[in-house]
């Protein structure tokens, strides 16, 4: 069964404290892995697509890697308008729905 | 363009009433989705229509029936829901199945 694991599920930083998010997958023959931003009460928003291990993407203070089991998130010299939850996605061959994770629910302090 | 909308943005309804929920997408998208999210949990995908087909039915409960009309408009029918089904209920669209994802902004429901 595909799972997608997220940690840690919460994480406070202060204000320029840079870190990252971890998403760890078992979905086999992984066709794609989403990252989301979620403001509480709001619809997802799209943050990136990963299709390859090796590949990073980058936007503004937020870049993502993919290896061959695990996706991160690095966030640098974040602002508390990066306070969020952070959702990751996979999806498999042949199965057409992500398999999201629980989030992690970030917090910066200023 | 990357605006999937949503209405209403909140109701309130009661256990034998029937409404609807709208959503609507401009951006040419072939593949449209609803998915159901409670407090502090990831959303829950509850149909797919692709092509204005439904291609994935999560094995929702019948109070809950989908309707495609047109390739931008994905509708959701409510109808003796129970307080359980309180919850924000997200549309998205993707160009194609498989794509990324976009989500509206959800309705709030409540089910008295």
């Known amino acids: 069964e595909d799972q997608v694991t997220q940690s840690p599920e919460a994480l406070r930083l202060q204000e320029g404290e840079s870190s990252s998010l971890n998403c760890s997958y078992t979905v086999s023959g992984l066709r794609g892995l989403f990252w989301y931003r979620q403001d509480p009460g709001k619809g997802p928003e799209f943050l990136f697509t990963l299709y390859s291990a090796g590949e990073e993407k980058e936007k503004e203070r937020l870049k993502a890697t993919l290896t061959k089991k695990e996706s991160f998130l690095h966030i640098t010299a974040p602002k508390p308008e990066d306070s969020a939850t952070y959702l990751c996605?996979?999806?498999?061959?042949?199965?057409?729905?992500?398999?999201f994770g629980t989030g992690t629910r970030l917090t910066i302090i200023p | 363009d990357t605006e999937v909308t949503q209405t209403p943005k909140h109701l309130v309804m009661g256990m034998t009433n029937k409404k609807s929920l709208k959503c609507e997408q401009h951006m040419g998208h072939r593949a449209m989705y609803w998915y159901k999210q409670k407090a502090k949990k990831p959303p829950e995908l509850m149909f797919v229509?692709?092509?204005?087909?439904?291609?994935i039915n999560e094995s929702v409960p019948s109070r809950f029936s989908p309707e495609c009309p047109n390739s931008s408009l994905l509708n959701l029918h409510l109808h003796a829901l129970q307080p359980e089904d309180s919850a924000l209920y997200l549309c998205a669209s993707s160009p194609d199945l498989g794509g990324e994802q976009y989500f509206g902004p959800g309705t709030r429901l409540t089910v008295t």
């Open positions: 996605a996979g999806r498999d061959f042949g199965n057409e729905k992500l398999t």
């Open positions: 229509y692709s092509y204005e087909k439904l291609s």
